[in-house]
């Protein structure tokens, strides 16, 4: 509620893997469109390169990639992550009998470490901007060799590949966030990162922190950029396949 851009997330999140008594419990988890989003958008940049509106074609292409993009963020894919199902359900279930505090504290536990993350991916690009350094957060997104790894676009894509993908590193990320950055600002659900971490420098707070767990954190994010780098790629090639403006 703290967060003024919440309102953004069922657009933007998409909770495809969960366990199956999670959406018997909470079928609201299943109610998102990004799936809808991208479906819409591939759509309109294969009629817009078919029919010869270049222009179009790329913008809608941008605007497709743009949610593809979002679902390679593990706490975009994964409800809770580094939380069991019984424990989701258990702490729902004390909500819905009166007791909301554990649910309302789990909820700014995994926003906080959300935004955490995102800062601190961003704080890391600008950095390596700045110095025209080619680091490997820079690096990670270019190469196409993986790209061919994963299976051809197709409209099960989105879900079956990059969510999925994103789901299953949603774990690991969870704790390397809690060991790398300080508490306050990831395990304590009375600072809300989401509306006061604005001015935050986590880069340097980082920085002077245990080397070890900032280099294995910083190892993931490369890792998911290269995940973003990939799928980004496959999207395009899968619009100008369907337009017929890339040959198999």
Known sequence: ????????APFHMGFYHQSALVYRAAPFVGRTYPLLRVHQFFGLAELAFRTGHLYWGWRFAGNATHYVQDLTQPYHASLLPGVSTL???????????????????MIVLVSNRHFALERYQVQMLH?????????????????SDRDATYPAWSENYVRDVV??????????????????MPANYVSDANYDFGSQGGGVDLLDEVTKREAGHRADLESAIIELFRHFGAHSRNLVRGILRASGSLSP
């Open 163 to 180: 969510s999925a993908e994103a789901f299953s590193f949603g774990d690991r990320l969870d704790a390397l966030l809690a060991a790398a």
């Open 87 to 105: 424990r989701m359900l258990g702490i729902n279930l004390l909500a819905v009998l009166g007791s909301p505090r554990m649910k309302d504290e």
């Open 127 to 143: 950095h390596a901007t700045v110095a025209g350094e080619q680091a490997p957060i820079l690096t990670a997104l270019r190469p």
């Open 1 to 8: 509620p703290a967060v003024n851009i919440s309102t953004q």
